[in-house]
T-cell receptor, first 111, second 115 residues
Framework: DQQVKQNSPSLSVQEGRISILNCDYT??????FLWYKKYPAEGPTFLIS?????DKNEDGRFTVFLNKSAKHLSLHIVPSQPGDSAVYFC??????????FGGGTRLMVKP | NAGVMQNPRHLVRRRGQEARLRCSPM?????VYWYRQLPEEGLKFMVY????????ESGMPKERFSAEFPKEGPSILRIQQVVRGDSAAYFC?????????????FGPGTRLTVL
């Protein structure tokens, strides 16, 4: 039972364009959502988060949108840079502080 | 302020041996979480600990796996009698008390290979 899903295993974007990474969830009890970025052989690095009481949070080139009615969130990166190439995981917090992760989307930003 | 430290970074064990993975949380953090990432999959929650207490172990396999976070020293994830299916990357994360946002900070992981 996958409560958090990232349906696109990979995404390729041209440098300077917008990258949009999507994430869907099924558990309406999730109250906090996070995006992590992961390079090979490293741990996930926290990127940006959003509370369930908000629908948008912005930090520099990164914006996260939350649509509670659709149980959908997305991460926008604009403009995309080659250094953004990594695997991106969305995660959701439920009861007990544990995070439930999606399967990840590999982003490739081409120069 | 050093980040979350994990050691060893790579661990090779033969079937039936024990694996001990260590995690030192960030300074000032008293909450520790262990996650496992199987190849080509996302991270799966295993256990959540505070000092000397297991808060949530709902993601831990029922047998062979145990975790502790003693008053002094690092958190330890122990896997007894390892099998090939235990081969994975094991990540530890920590968070401070009272953060309203539960941002967990991850270590670099321990890659366990069972031969």
């Amino acid at each position: 039972d996958q409560q958090v899903k990232q349906n696109s295993p990979s995404l390729s974007v041209q440098e300077g364009r917008i990258s949009i990474l999507n994430c869907d969830y099924t558990n309406s009890m999730f109250d906090y959502f996070l995006w992590y970025k992961k390079y090979p052989a490293e741990g996930p690095t926290f990127l940006i988060s959003i509370s369930s009481i908000k629908d948008k949070n912005e930090d520099g080139r990164f914006t996260v949108f939350l649509n509670k009615s659709a149980k959908h969130l997305s991460l926008h990166i604009v403009p995309s840079q080659p250094g953004d190439s990594a695997v991106y995981f969305c995660a959701a917090r439920g009861a007990g502080n544990m995070l439930t992760f999606g399967g990840g989307t590999r982003l490739m930003v081409k120069p | 302020n050093a980040g979350v430290m994990q050691n060893p970074r790579h661990l090779v064990r033969r079937r039936g041996q024990e694996a001990r993975l260590r995690c030192s949380p960030m300074k000032g953090h008293s909450h520790v979480y262990w996650y496992r990432q199987l190849p080509e999959e996302g991270l799966k929650f295993m256990v959540y600990l505070q000092k000397e207490n297991i808060i949530d172990e709902s993601g831990m396999p029922k047998e062979r796996f145990s975790a502790e976070f003693p008053k002094e020293g690092p958190s330890i994830l122990r896997i007894q009698q390892v099998v090939r299916g235990d081969s994975a990357a094991y990540f530890c994360a920590s968070s401070p008390i009272g953060t309203p946002y539960n941002e967990q900070f991850f270590g670099p992981g321990t890659r366990l290979t069972v031969l």
